[in-house]
């Protein structure tokens, strides 16, 4: 296997760069060691990747990221291995099931129809701030049962942790610290006035008959915190990204909503956001790659789910795409808890917008950005419409 100064991380460049990046190492490489850090492997097949990911024995995700390979937090249930990972899904599956979700879809509908019809008017926006940033936290503040005026906080945090650039590594500690504190707050009011939200219901946990620590359900917070916000903003931004310049599935969309639910997992597919990473607890041979107890092994789903050994033109986006076994969620044991909520709210935000905003592009000169890092978005999307 080659070594090669591969850093995953390529900054702020116009909208699409990633994904190109992306598929040229691939048709390079079916694996590699990249020399970048303290180093990686790096898998980029369909088979290959899904492969690591039901092997959680051999590849365990207690470290998530392949630059940060012995991380100082625990993310629950995220950086769980079986057998307690198991435990906690158990506990979060019935939050999160599809019955859980469609008792929430009236709220959220009339959430994001509320949010477009306040920008109808305008006859422009950037997509990323003014909707697919606001809306999945909005979102995000109601299942936790927390006030939406603190939305503006929330979303400050969120570009903190999530958007600053790596020498401002001292800004994103301080916001991890406040989200932090903000939840210890939240579980002290539930524990002394319990509500009907998730932080209520998780205090109600055990865990080998004792209570879940405090310390397990903060970390529980900041990972839906993360999960929540940045993952749908992202997505969402991605596909409208996509829309904008495509006449033909744009019109199918607004004139045909039946076609949504396909056109979601056609965009999951071909715009794949999250590189996740796992951690090898012993020594494996894995098609020829010698990986050493330790080595961290990237897992670019946007590789898998644009191989063409598995899909047929892999790179262009069809709203018909027969059999999509796309892994945009994952796959294995740690396949995304949240991804019926996140199929939710893409599917309203298509159909709400294109409901009253059928027609739009991105206005002549623009450029959209995206940031390249361990998960994919776009950082400004301007839209325009008559």
């Not at 097949?45 to 995700?61: A, G, L, M, N």
């Not at 623009?366 to 839209?383: F, N």
Request: proline letters at 7%; hydrophobic letters at 45%; glycine letters at 6%.
């Amino acid at each position: 296997m080659p070594d090669i100064d591969f850093n995953p991380l390529g900054g702020v460049q116009p909208a699409g760069s990633a994904f190109a990046r992306f598929d040229a190492l691939r048709e390079q490489h079916a694996s590699f060691r990249s020399t970048f850090g303290s180093g990686f492997w790096v898998i980029s097949r369909y088979e290959k990747i899904v492969e690591v990911c039901q092997d959680p024995e051999t590849f365990s995700s207690s470290a998530v990221s392949v630059l940060d390979p012995e991380p100082a937090y625990r993310w629950i249930p995220e950086m769980l291995d079986p057998p307690e990972h198991t435990v906690w899904r158990r506990l979060l599956g019935p939050l999160f099931s599809p019955a859980a979700v469609a008792a929430r879809t009236e709220k959220i509908r009339t959430q994001c129809a509320a949010l477009v019809e306040s920008l109808a008017e305008r006859g422009s926006c950037d997509f990323v701030t003014d909707f697919a940033r606001v809306y999945p936290t909005t979102v995000f503040l109601e299942l936790m049962g927390l006030p939406v005026e603190d939305l503006a906080t929330f979303l400050a945090w969120e570009d903190a942790i999530l958007h600053a650039p790596p020498a401002e590594r001292a800004g994103r500690v301080q916001a991890m610290g406040q989200v932090i504190g903000y939840f210890s707050r939240v579980i002290a009011e539930r524990r002394a006035e319990p509500r009907d939200d998730l932080i209520s219901t998780a205090l109600g946990w055990e865990i080998d008959g004792e209570p879940v620590p405090d310390r397990d359900l903060l970390d529980l917070c900041l990972l839906l915190f993360m999960a929540g916000l940045d993952t749908v903003t992202a997505q969402l931004s991605y596909a409208f990204w996509h829309l904008a310049g495509a006449d033909k599935d744009r019109a199918r969309i607004a004139e045909h909503p039946g076609v949504i639910t396909d056109a979601i997992e056609e965009m999951l597919r071909a715009y794949s956001i999250v590189m996740p990473a796992r951690k090898l607890t012993r020594d494996t041979d894995f098609h020829g790659c010698a990986m050493k107890t330790g080595d961290m092994v990237l897992l670019p789903l946007n590789q898998a789910n644009r191989d063409p050994g598995t899909f047929t033109d892999p790179t262009q986006v069809d709203l018909d795409r027969p059999h999509n076994r796309h892994i945009a969620f994952g796959v294995g044991v740690h396949r995304c808890l949240g991804a019926h909520l996140a199929r939710a709210e893409m599917g309203i935000a298509l159909e709400e917008w294109h409901k009253r905003i059928p027609n739009y592009r991105v206005p002549e000169g623009s450029v959209p950005l995206e940031h390249a890092d361990l998960v994919l978005g776009l950082d400004t999307l301007p839209l325009v419409w008559d």
